[in-house]
Every structure is written in structure tokens, then in C-alpha cells.
């Protein structure tokens, strides 16, 4: 068992930044892939980024390429999001995930957080 908390959330300007980070907790974080997720009012939860285990192999959304940055500290049990330019279609509910593939979709994550709020206003 791991337990993931979120933290970083917040109300921010459009073209602002925000920094999201994960703790983890349980079992050993460094086996995990890590991934982001985030589920906007009305809409599904969707894939945002994903990190392999020592953070070889990253994917992003096609949404937030270019904008956002995924990173680990492994020493530290943390998983970031590190989030610039942030756009109004941004604002979502923002989840970690852990698992064992570096997928994009929901399946492929057997741990989630309990989410965090972010909001981008126009």
C-alpha cells in the first residue's frame, strides 16, 4: 500500500504558475511510475503527465507540452508538477498517481490521492 497526498494548489492568474508537489508514503516510492492526472467540472479525469521510476522516460499530455514540467526526488518520497503559463481550461481537480507502467490511462495507476483544486482565472 502507498498513500499519496497533493499539495500547491490554488487560485492563480491566467499566465501564472503554480508547482504542485506529491508525498508519498508505504511502500517504496522509487519502484513507482508516477503519473498526474486531472478531471475538470463535467468532464473525465484525464492524463496529464507521467515519470518511470528514476525519472528516465517522461510523457506529457499534448495539452500542457511545453508548459508543464513533471520531476521526482526519489531521496525525499516527492513527486512535482511544476506548472507555467497556466491557461483558464487549465482549472481542474489535480490527482496523483502511482503505479508500475508509464501509461496514460487511468488503468494503469493502482494508487490515487485524494486530489487538489487548481483554478485559473481569465
Known amino acids: 500500500q502507498v498513500q499519496l497526498v497533493e499539495s500547491g494548489g490554488g487560485l492563480v492568474q491566467a499566465g501564472g504558475s503554480l508547482r504542485l508537489s506529491c508525498a508519498a508514503s508505504?511502500?517504496?516510492?522509487?519502484?513507482?511510475?508516477m503519473g498526474w492526472f486531472r478531471q475538470a467540472p463535467g468532464k473525465e479525469r484525464e492524463f496529464v503527465a507521467t515519470?518511470?521510476?528514476?525519472?528516465?522516460?517522461?510523457y506529457y499530455a499534448d495539452s500542457v507540452e511545453d508548459r508543464f514540467t513533471i520531476s521526482r526526488d526519489n531521496a525525499k518520497n516527492l513527486v512535482y508538477l511544476q506548472m507555467n503559463s497556466l491557461k483558464p481550461e487549465d482549472t481542474a481537480v489535480y490527482y496523483c498517481?502511482?503505479?508500475?507502467?508509464?501509461?496514460?490511462?487511468?488503468?494503469?495507476?493502482?494508487?490515487w490521492g485524494q486530489g487538489i483544486q487548481v483554478t485559473v482565472s481569465s
Open positions: 508505504g511502500r517504496t516510492f522509487g519502484n513507482f511510475v
Open positions: 498517481a502511482a503505479g508500475w507502467t508509464p501509461g496514460r490511462e487511468r488503468g494503469s495507476y493502482n494508487y
Open positions: 515519470i518511470t521510476s528514476r525519472g528516465s522516460s517522461i
